[in-house]
């Protein structure tokens, strides 16, 4: 699961900082945008979030606790930001006052973390690295005004920044253990000695370099319950009543720019158990029109066991949605391709016949008649198989094979009786030309041993028919040319 | 209609004709019969096929029936050079096969030129009253997702056939299909109607109602395909 995400616009701009060239030349640029000169409002006060239990995993992407606290985390802020793995960083400034200062917000936060079963360690600072810093440090750190944020930090260990190991350790060798040290060196030297990006860190610590951070956005679920004013189980009824469920839906994810890829409805009865009626759809879709068409048909086939009093929308995950835009051409037409209403029709067909009901045709290289071809799922997009596909792969070399092949294969091969050793179906058979022996498969135990013979029947259908090579020299119907 | 009568779609070549004549009929105000009818076709891959359907080939749109004696008679060998011309379009569109009634052979389609990944195999089993398959079928003709539908149906009533040809119209498809020979009593409202018996090699096509052509039997054999990649519209 991933989280969606946006450049948090409120946050100062830092272009200037992070593209200085010469480091020590950032301090001057970094003053004239401090935040201060650009927010008219107060200065921000971060609440950094640290979850010890997380720090030793090391996994990829966000852990889904992480996310689940910072969705919880957005009941105080809008400005929540995710600092992987293991930490969550609040800016709470115009917070506080709801929830009774820093010592309340504190106090709520914990209970929140408490009912997600985590311990945390808080701390609050001006800029979000401290805050994430000091939360590291596991001591109590509380530092409300900018201008103590130096001496506050002074005493916290080094390695609470999260350095690289081997800078720590050179930094240890010159006697520099603590960030109260590391702010005194020179900066020109460290810079040269260690990289621009640990000064930029340590400027973004003291709040001398703008510090922007993603805003993390939960992802939300469309979920939506209607009552019914009178209990119905007419189709048409029903989905009459999901109709205005299904547009908001689609203004839902139209707004986000997302798509589902499964819905579930629910049909609640007055005594039974809720149905469910579930659809998938074979790419993401946000189109109103288009889900109402497909709910339809899913709902004529539904056995309702009572009238239905009230029924809910429960829409998948969002999912981002590829935009289409329309041809200039009808599909069709010259330079028209197969469009998108080719994935129309196979979901609009899934949905009344069932997934399995709609396949599409392969080869397999293999001279076994039924072993040649195979069923597949039809392409998810149509346009993607518009160009035909080079016909030279090894299935093809089957295809290329001269002797002639049937049209229409039986399920199974139809066993035939025998009058004097020569097959006979519906009357005689006329056996044509020369047998083909089919021998393969000793591999996979579907061992076959067969002489295949063109025939004609006595109404003039051409058959394909074959003779075991083993005793009893059984013959089999297997194919009809059409 | 006569024998003699000029036949619609293809153009009369009258080496004598009075050239006055000529320019008259070529003015754009005067309709002819013949011509009103004319719709764009897809050539069925058999010379002597398309010199005697209306416009020179298998219409674009709408519904033809084929009422062969009994299945397997040669009545998919007849659509096969069509379709297979029509999967290999780039900008081909699917080629639907609803409910066919055993399967088809994948390796025999491939030989004949078709490309599998355009065919879409339907297996409509009935739910409810209304019949799957031929609901299936118009859906198909209807979507303007497919160049061309197979269906193969007993029993269709008049009412549903009429259906299926004006979806044909509006997905701008070609609706093919395979009906048993007795249907041929029941009047339909197919642009084309065909019977089909095997000859050795071939077959013979007799046509039974030609929307704008002409009725008369026609000769083939299997041999005698063309293959040629098919002119965009």
């Given at each position: ?31 004239s ?80 973390c ?48 999260r ?7 050179r ?62 189980a ?28 499964a819905?579930?409805c ?14 998938r ?7 109103a ?19 239905v ?37 196979i ?47 090894p ?88 | ?17 009075d ?45 033809i ?35 066919p009634?055993?399967?088809p ?6 030989t ?36 061309s ?21 509006r ?63």
């Open positions: 699961m991933r989280a969606p995400r946006t450049i948090d616009l409120f946050a100062p701009a830092d272009l200037p900082a992070r593209n200085a060239p010469c480091p020590t030349v950032q301090p001057v640029a970094a003053r945008l401090s935040p201060r000169a650009i927010q008219p409002s107060r200065a921000p006060l971060w609440l950094g979030v640290h979850v010890p239990e997380l720090s030793g995993e090391a996994q990829q992407g966000t852990p889904r606790s992480l996310l689940a606290l910072a969705a919880r985390a957005q009941r105080f802020t809008p400005r929540v930001s995710l600092a992987p793995p293991d930490g969550v960083l609040l800016e709470v400034r115009s917070s506080l006052h709801l929830f009774g200062g820093v010592e309340g917000l504190r106090e709520a936060l914990l209970g929140e408490a009912e997600l079963k985590r311990t945390v360690a808080l701390a609050f600072a001006p800029t979000p690295l401290a805050a994430l810093v000091g939360a590291r440090a596991e001591r109590p750190f509380m530092v409300l005004d900018a201008a103590q944020l130096t001496g506050s930090l002074a005493p916290v260990p080094l390695t609470a920044l350095w690289p190991q081997e800078s720590i350790e930094l240890a060798c010159l006697g520099v253990r603590t960030i109260g040290q590391v702010l005194r060196l020179p900066r020109a030297g460290f810079a040269q000695r260690f990289g621009a990006m640990r000064l930029t860190d340590l400027d973004r610590l003291t709040g001398r370099a703008n510090d922007p951070r993603e805003r993390f956005e939960a992802p939300a679920r469309f979920r939506r319950r209607r009552e019914l004013s009178y209990e119905s007419s189709h048409a009824q029903l989905a009459a009543a999901l109709r205005p469920l299904l547009d908001e839906l689609g203004g839902f994810l139209t707004a986000r720019q997302c798509g589902v890829l819905l579930e629910l049909f609640w009865h007055r005594r039974h158990a809720p149905t469910r009626c579930e659809l759809l074979g790419e993401p879709q946000a189109d029109q288009r889900l109402v068409k497909l709910l339809d048909e899913r709902l004529r086939t539904l056995v309702l066991p009572e009238p009093r009230a029924c809910e929308l429960r829409a998948g995950l969002p999912v981002s949605r590829r935009l289409h835009s329309a041809g200039l051409w009808q599909p069709g037409e010259r330079g028209g391709r197969a469009e998108a209403s080719g994935v129309e029709l979901e609009r067909l899934r949905v009344r016949l069932g997934d399995e009901a709609i396949e599409t045709l392969e080869l397999v290289p293999d001279h076994r008649p039924e072993a040649a071809w195979r069923r597949a799922a039809p392409g998810a997009c149509a346009g993607a198989a518009s160009a035909p596909p080079p016909q030279d792969g299935g093809a070399q089957g295809a290329r094979r001269k002797a002639p092949r049937p049209l229409w294969l039986l399920p199974a091969p139809r066993r035939l009786r025998q009058h004097d050793g020569l097959p006979r179906y519906r009357g005689a058979l006329y056996l044509e030309g020369e047998p083909e022996r089919i021998e393969s498969g000793w591999w996979d135990g579907r061992d076959v041993a067969r002489d295949y013979y063109n025939a004609r029947d006595a109404r003039g259908r051409r058959l394909w028919l074959y003779r075991e090579r083993e005793r009893p020299h059984r013959w089999f119907l297997h194919g009809v040319y059409g | 209609m006569n024998a003699d009568s000029p036949r619609p779609g293809v153009a009369p070549s009258r080496p004598q004709a050239p006055r004549l000529e320019r008259l009929l070529a003015h754009p105000a005067l309709w002819r019969a013949g011509a009103a009818t004319r719709a764009p076709v897809w050539p069925s891959g058999f010379a002597s096929l398309d010199e005697g359907l209306p416009g020179g080939g298998w219409p674009r749109s709408g519904l029936e084929i009422l062969p004696a009994r299945f397997g008679q040669g009545e998919l060998q007849l659509m096969l050079p069509a379709l297979a011309a029509l999967t290999a379009r780039p900008e081909a569109r699917w080629c639907v096969w609803v409910k009634p055993l399967q052979f994948a390796p025999a389609l491939a004949a030129g078709m490309v599998l990944a355009r065919v879409l195999i339907v297996r409509a089993t009935d739910r409810g009253r209304r019949p799957a398959a031929l609901w299936a079928f118009e859906q198909a003709l209807g979507s303007g997702a497919c160049d539908v197979l269906a193969w149906a007993r029993h269709a009533p008049i009412r549903q056939l009429r259906r299926l040809q004006l979806a044909a119209q997905g701008n498809a070609l609706g093919v299909l395979f009906r048993p020979r007795e249907s041929a009593r029941e009047n339909s409202p197919a642009m084309l109607r065909m019977a089909l018996e095997p000859r050795r090699g071939g077959a013979r096509v007799t046509l039974l109602k030609s929307r704008g052509g002409t009725l008369r039997a026609l000769d083939l054999t299997w041999e005698a395909i063309r293959r040629e990649p098919l002119e965009a519209s």
